[in-house]
């Protein structure tokens, strides 16, 4: 069936440096691409995402890239702040609602 | 954000015990959803609803029974539960049901321990 496989799933990065969590999807026919942030305790958060006409978006330190070719599709968080620690999930989905979820990768900023 | 509101935060109970989850939308959104988060899974979905009416189950034991009165308010009433059942359960809501690329918003969620 549809799967998304998320990896690292632990990510240590010195405060400052740049953290990149990549993520590959299943079916072909997905063509949006949420991320989630979700610190210890609270919800998931989206904090950006992207959708299959596009290859890269940006939002501040944060930036998605889409390679529709290999099915894969990355989060890039640049100058990493202490307050980006916590656990990021990676979704896919097609033009249904069900979004299929990555296994998530936790992020440690270390200082 | 306080547009996802899930009662009560905390819940332990026992096997035999019969309980309900409450979510509540503040956001006008058509659809909402129930998913399990266990440690160092993927969320699973549980339970979609769009305009009140169920329409995805994902094989999920009957032991867990959603009701969806109206668009705004979700519950998950529980009975019988198993101590693998201990998890965070967390309720979503999203604008339009139909379409794929919809946020979806988050409530704090319900950590439920099966004793």
């Known amino acids: 069936g549809e799967n998304v496989e998320q990896h690292p799933s632990t990510l240590s990065v010195q405060e400052g440096d740049s953290a990149v969590i990549k993520c590959t999807y299943s079916?072909?026919?997905?063509?949006?691409f949420p991320w989630y942030k979700q610190e210890l305790g609270k919800r998931p958060q989206l904090i950006i995402d992207?959708?299959?006409n596009v290859g890269e978006k940006k939002d501040q330190r944060i930036a998605v890239t889409l390679n529709k070719t290999a099915k894969h599709f990355s989060l890039h968080i640049t100058e990493t702040q202490p307050e980006d620690s916590a656990v990021y999930f990676c979704a896919a989905s097609r033009s249904n609602y069900q979004l299929i979820w990555g296994a998530g990768t936790k992020l440690i900023i270390k200082p | 954000e306080t547009g996802v509101t899930q009662t009560p935060r905390h819940l332990v109970m026992g096997m035999t015990n019969k309980k309900s989850l409450k979510c509540e939308q503040h956001?006008?959104?058509?659809?909402m959803y129930w998913y399990k988060q266990s440690a160092k899974k993927p969320l699973e979905l549980m339970f979609v609803?769009?305009?009140?009416?169920?329409?995805e189950n994902n094989s999920v034991p009957s032991r867990f029974s959603p009701e969806c009165p109206n668009s705004s308010h979700l519950f998950l009433h529980l009975h019988t539960l198993q101590p693998e059942d201990s998890a965070l359960y967390l309720c979503a809501s999203s604008q339009d049901p139909g379409q794929g690329d919809q946020p979806q918003h988050f409530g704090d969620g319900t950590r439920l321990s099966i004793l």
């Open positions: 956001l006008g959104h058509n659809a």
């Open positions: 079916d072909s026919a997905s063509n949006y």
């Open positions: 609803y769009n305009f009140k009416e169920q329409t």
């Open positions: 992207i959708r299959s």
